[in-house]
């Protein structure tokens, strides 16, 4: 099956700073998005970003289907911003059995204050 | 989100006891998803539903069975719940499952004692 790696999976910065989240996936995907898990177990979706490039305030994010990868930036993080960030992608060719989108193991981000 | 929820959001089961997790949706999605997430594995599809009434396998389905009598209800049965089934439950839902953004209810921490 398809293979979703997530870098690095730790991340521990001071408030302010800025920071980039990678998402390698081993084969073509038509939909891909970025979830952000808080402290309090929500799953909140940040973008759905199967190519392209979006932002939505502090964030933003970019995915080069081609070259099957997808970056995640964080500019002045906040504490707020503290958790798991995952990615996830669905096969263009996916057929029947297993659909549904295949996560990564996430990359956990701490911000200090 | 609002128009997800899911029920109950703990519980605590004996081994061999049968279980029934529901999510329950006012959105009108045609696609539901049941996942588990475990520390190391980040989350993994259970089942999911593509109608009433037409739901198929996941990934990790085995112990796991599923229905949809109606558009917003999908729920998660375990027949005979074991150690290995504690974990904490996602539900999502989907407009389209290749190309649209994925909403997740709170989840449901269920440990099997």
């Known amino acids: 099956g398809i293979q979703v790696e997530q870098s690095p999976p730790d991340l521990i910065l001071q408030e302010g700073a800025n920071s980039t989240l990678r998402c390698n996936f081993s084969?073509?995907?038509?939909?891909l998005q970025w979830f952000h898990q808080n402290p309090w177990g929500q799953l909140i979706n940040l973008f759905y970003?199967?190519?392209g490039t979006k932002q939505n305030g502090r964030l933003s994010a970019t995915t080069v289907a081609t070259e099957r990868y997808s970056l995640l930036y964080i500019s002045s993080s906040q504490t707020t911003d503290s958790g798991v960030y995952f990615c996830?992608?669905?096969?263009?060719?996916?057929?029947?059995?297993?659909?549904?989108?295949?996560f990564g193991k996430g990359t956990h981000l701490i911000i200090q204050p | 989100d609002a128009g997800i929820t899911q029920s109950p959001r703990h519980k605590v089961t004996e081994t061999g006891t049968p279980v029934t997790l529901r999510c329950h949706q006012t959105?009108?999605?045609?696609?539901m998803y049941w996942y588990r997430q475990d520390p190391g594995h980040g989350l993994r599809l259970i089942h999911y539903?593509?109608?009433?009434?037409?739901?198929d396998k996941g990934e990790v389905s085995d112990g796991y069975s599923v229905s949809r009598s109606k558009t917003e209800d999908f729920l998660l049965t375990l027949e005979s719940a074991t150690s290995s089934q504690t974990s904490v439950y996602f539900c999502?839902?989907?407009?389209?499952?290749?190309?649209?953004?994925?909403?997740f209810g709170s989840g449901t921490r269920l440990t099997v004692v």
């Open positions: 996830a992608v669905h096969l263009t060719y996916s057929g029947g059995g297993a659909d549904g989108l295949t």
């Open positions: 959105e009108n999605h045609r696609y």
């Open positions: 999502a839902i989907s407009e389209s499952y290749g190309n649209y953004g994925y909403t």
């Open positions: 970003i199967p190519s």
């Open positions: 084969d073509s995907v038509n939909n």
């Open positions: 539903s593509y109608g009433v009434k037409d739901t």
